[in-house]
């Protein structure tokens, strides 16, 4: 009977370690086939470390492609310091190359960690640098590829676009206000060792880094290039205290060209205050507009019918006054009877103290707010000033008057080239952008795309077309003549607005400005330009700011491939203007006959023969009278 029962015990115990011998067959063989990749995967990281390898920022390009914003490849030094032998050696022979104390190298090498990114000494290394570092052929010692941002083209539209910190972040502009999308995400070469450091004999794996997202700009480069040679003119000629300049496409609110100075470049930021950094004035100035507010004013009083411009006049003797204040017009002595039409040519400020006297304050600061100003514009740049505008229950009849020719608000430079896009596009106030895409960079596949915003409309057709001819006007006949662009009808209008500093106009510190449009009759781009206190010119934009614009509508029209445009209001010329004649075609006629229809030019004439075959210019160009025509004769 006792040796039954321990037979019955022997088998108990020997299916109880059998079970357990299943069970562990059972669970290895679950760990090899199942748990395998995972375990494998924390083996690995006990034993792996990684270089860090940086991606590329994505690309910010203009809308032909052009890079504005690109990288540089550059190397950094890292440590893995249980790696390194001879700590004191390395020391020294690393602190002489990167020009460093020794103490400051030591706390690098000696430091108790398993990687170690030698910052700042041992970041963005120059070539020659970095192959010392490289002969040395120290183990524990790498060098790993980063990215650097480089700005190609210097400071050109440097307040928009921004800059970078040492670490590839965006800290200003575009690359700040789109840094999540532009940041790649960082690759490594992983290698593998021991808990004290040593590297296993294992293969290294690369991770390849993955580029960040390319930003696609409304900005034109030609167009940009021509705003910062003409602020750059300006800086020679004038020494301002500050310029600026913005083109938009008044028809989608894309900005093709914007800048201003003082500029800095973003390549050396470090160079530059930061308050040069920080203020993108196009977006970010706010001062009183003068009259190119004039062109906001007369679009209300048009649309409200309170003037005809060809029928209705007004009289002006050269101020009016408004509740005891004296309104005076730049023109001593006014300007004698008038349309309406001619007050805006002639920038009448009584003529406009009248226009804002027959709105009332409750329909001119209704269609200010209409138009935009006094809220920002909601363009995608960080910085954005919104003006000051009278509260409705402050306007009283001095504040109304100032108010309709341009003094006694704040508005942006932004606000008013959105305002006047809507006065001649149509009457539709658009919301202004710079960014047209977001693109992969691998594919260039669209991930995002704006498109054009309609805020609301403000003027109708009729009265937009009415204020096309209007500006064309100005140009052709009025204060804006110096930006007269023959074939191209150009419209717009000056500006000189006395500056105010604590409550105080200031005495012949004023903003010279110009409001263009190209073509008039067909809007393509407004132009607006600024000059805060310009020296030793002239205070009168028409002398300062119209010849710079026409330049820059010139690169504006070869940018854009803008046709002539004929059929315009031929310019009221000047004493210094030259006389123009149209030349006639005379393809196929005898020299005789040809000479005797180009008696108001010079003739030169090449070939042998008595009839002509070619001519230059072609026929129906105008060239000043006694030009040379170039005439190629043949049998």
Known sequence: MFFKKIDERIKVLFLIILLLFILIIIRVFYIQVFDYKKLNEYASDLWSRDLPIEANRGLILDRNGVVLADNLTTTSLVLIPNQIKDKEEVTKQLADILNVSFDDMK?????????????????????????????????????????????????????????VGIDNQGLSGLELQYDKYLTGKSGAIKYFSDAKGNKLNLSDIYIEPTPGMNINLTIDINIQKSIERELDNIVD????????AIAIDPNTGEILGMGSRPDYDPNNYKNYSQEVLSRNLPIWSSYEPGSTFKIVTMATA???????????????????????????????????????????????????????????????????????????????????????????????????????????????????????????????????????????????????????????????????LIMRRALESVVALGGGKSAY??????????????????????????????????????????????????????????????????????????????????????????????????IPNVIGLSLQEAKKLLTDFTIEYTGSGTVVKEQTPSPGEKIELKGTIKLLLGD
């Open 485 to 582: 662009i023959e074939d191209y009808r150009i419209g717009g209008k000056t500006g000189t607005a006395q500056k105010v500093e604590n409550g105080k106009y200031l005495v012949g510190n004023y903003i010279m400005s110009f409001m263009a449009v190209v073509p008039s009759n067909d809007p393509k781009a407004i132009l607006y330009l600024a000059i805060d206190n310009p020296k030793n010119t002239a205070l009168l934009s028409s002398y300062t700011t119209t010849p710079i614009a026409r330049r820059i509508l010139l690169d504006i029209i070869a940018a854009l491939n803008i046709e002539k445009q004929p059929g315009g209001i031929e310019k009221e010329l000047e004493w210094t203007d030259k006389e123009l004649k149209v």
């Open 107 to 163: 706390e690098h090498v000696y430091k108790n960690t398993s990687i170690e990114r030698v910052h700042p000494e041992g970041r963005r290394l120059s070539y020659d640098i970095a192959e010392q570092i490289s002969n040395l052929n120290i183990e524990g010692v790498y060098l790993v590829k980063e990215a650097k941002r480089y700005y190609p083209y210097g400071n050109l539209l440097s307040h928009s676009l921004g800059y």
């Open 237 to 244: 000629m004038f020494s301002p205290d500050n310029a600026l």
């Open 302 to 464: 048009v649309e409200e019918k309170v003037v005809d411009l060809d029928k209705d006049t007004f009289y002006d003797t050269g101020s009016t006054k408004v509740d005891g204040s004296t309104l005076r017009c730049w023109k001593a002595g006014g300007h004698g009877h008038q349309t309406f039409l001619q007050v805006l040519q002639n920038s009448c400020n009584p003529g406009f103290v009248k226009i804002g006297q027959l709105l009332g304050k409750d329909k001119l600061f209704s269609y200010l707010d209409k138009f935009g100003f006094g809220n920002k514009t909601g363009i995608d740049l960080n910085g954005e000033g919104q003006g000051i505008i009278f509260a409705l229950n402050k306007v009283g009849n001095v504040e109304l008057a100032t108010t309709a020719f341009g003094q006694g608000v704040s508005v942006t430079p932004i606000q008013q080239a959105v305002a006047v896009s809507a006065v001649v596009n149509g009457g539709n106030l658009l919301k202004p952008y710079i960014v047209k895409s977001i693109s992969e960079s691998e594919t260039n596949n669209i991930i995002e795309e704006k498109e054009t915003t309609v805020l609301r409309k403000v003027i109708s057709n009729e009265t937009s």
